[in-house]
């Protein structure tokens, strides 16, 4: 965590942000979230309804066929207040699969969910007249922990240049229940947590971008590799230019 942190200051900085944002945003009614009952999206929807009211925050919750903590997503709507559907993506997953009809690699097959979900949240915000939010944080993002198109596509993100730990810092200010604020991140798609499914843990993923070392070479060789690999993830694609 960064030396100078202050969560007040800035979850009090996050909260005018947004606002900002959608006083230039005139024909945004409000904010559409995806609801997975992680930390990022709970502390993330906390701050857009403490910006803009619980009447202008819709939460969308989006298993694929069964969610085991779907009842956390759950208790975030029923504590924050908010308007939410649920939106079950088992059905247009398994169509994808049925119609590639390919053998699909692991990974293939991982990343078709989150990109439904961001289908599912850009059709809601265009029939509420809201926009998308984003729930992604730096350490993720750093490494490319994200999916392209998935995930890491939104219309703002209040969070995007918060390690792990500082999100976890705004949550703790802001009130949230300590389960919640501190629950084992997972991606909810491999049965794995995301340190597992990395290889490395968060505090060093933070450490390494902070010090540029988290005190293992072989982790930082690593974390390093994964940064280089998914810079394409943080960029928009070139395009041609007439000159």
């Given at each position: 965590?960064?030396?100078?942190f202050?969560?007040?200051?800035?979850?009090?900085?996050i909260?005018?942000?947004?606002?900002?944002y959608?006083?230039?945003q005139?024909?945004?009614?409000?904010a559409?979230?995806?609801?997975?009952?992680?930390k990022?999206?709970t502390?993330?929807?906390?701050?857009?309804?403490?910006a803009?009211?619980?009447?202008?925050?819709?939460?969308?919750l989006?298993p694929?066929?069964?969610?085991?903590?779907?009842?956390d997503s759950?208790?975030?709507v029923?504590?924050?207040?908010?308007n939410y559907?649920?939106?079950?993506i088992?059905?247009?997953?398994?169509?994808l699969?049925?119609?590639?009809?390919?053998?699909?690699?692991?990974?293939?097959k991982?990343?078709i969910?989150?990109?439904?979900r961001?289908?599912?949240?850009?059709?809601?915000?265009?029939?509420?007249?809201?926009?998308v939010?984003?729930?992604?944080?730096?350490?993720?993002?750093?490494v490319?922990?994200t999916?392209?198109?998935?995930?890491n596509?939104?219309?703002?993100?209040?969070?995007?240049?918060?390690?792990?730990?500082?999100?976890?810092a705004?949550g703790?200010?802001?009130?949230?229940?300590?389960?919640l604020?501190?629950?084992?991140?997972?991606?909810?798609?491999?049965?794995?947590s995301d340190?597992?499914?990395?290889?490395?843990?968060?505090?060093?993923?933070?450490?390494?971008?902070?010090?540029g070392?988290?005190?293992?070479k072989?982790i930082?060789?690593?974390?390093?590799?994964?940064?280089e690999?998914?810079?394409?993830?943080g960029?928009?694609?070139?395009?041609?230019?007439?000159?």
């Amino acid at each position: 965590m960064r030396i100078a942190f202050d969560s007040a200051e800035v979850s009090k900085n996050i909260i005018n942000w947004i606002k900002d944002y959608f006083n230039n945003q005139p024909n945004a009614k409000g904010a559409v979230i995806g609801i997975s009952g992680g930390k990022d999206s709970t502390i993330t929807a906390k701050l857009l309804v403490e910006a803009l009211g619980k009447e202008r925050v819709f939460g969308v919750l989006m298993p694929n066929g069964e969610q085991k903590d779907i009842s956390d997503s759950l208790r975030v709507v029923s504590l924050l207040g908010i308007n939410y559907k649920i939106v079950n993506i088992e059905k247009a997953y398994n169509g994808l699969l049925e119609g590639i009809s390919e053998d699909l690699s692991v990974d293939s097959k991982i990343n078709i969910p989150p990109r439904l979900r961001m289908t599912v949240l850009y059709a809601v915000s265009a029939n509420l007249h809201y926009r998308v939010c984003g729930t992604g944080n730096k350490s993720e993002g750093f490494v490319g922990y994200t999916t392209k198109w998935g995930d890491n596509a939104y219309d703002f993100n209040p969070i995007g240049d918060l390690t792990t730990e500082e999100v976890v810092a705004v949550g703790d200010f802001l009130g949230l229940p300590y389960e919640l604020v501190h629950k084992t991140p997972s991606d909810g798609l491999t049965g794995q947590s995301d340190e597992e499914k990395l290889g490395f843990t968060y505090t060093q993923i933070n450490a390494y971008i902070e010090n540029g070392t988290c005190g293992n070479k072989e982790i930082d060789e690593k974390i390093r590799l994964k940064h280089e690999y998914n810079k394409h993830k943080g960029i928009f694609p070139p395009k041609y230019i007439i000159e």
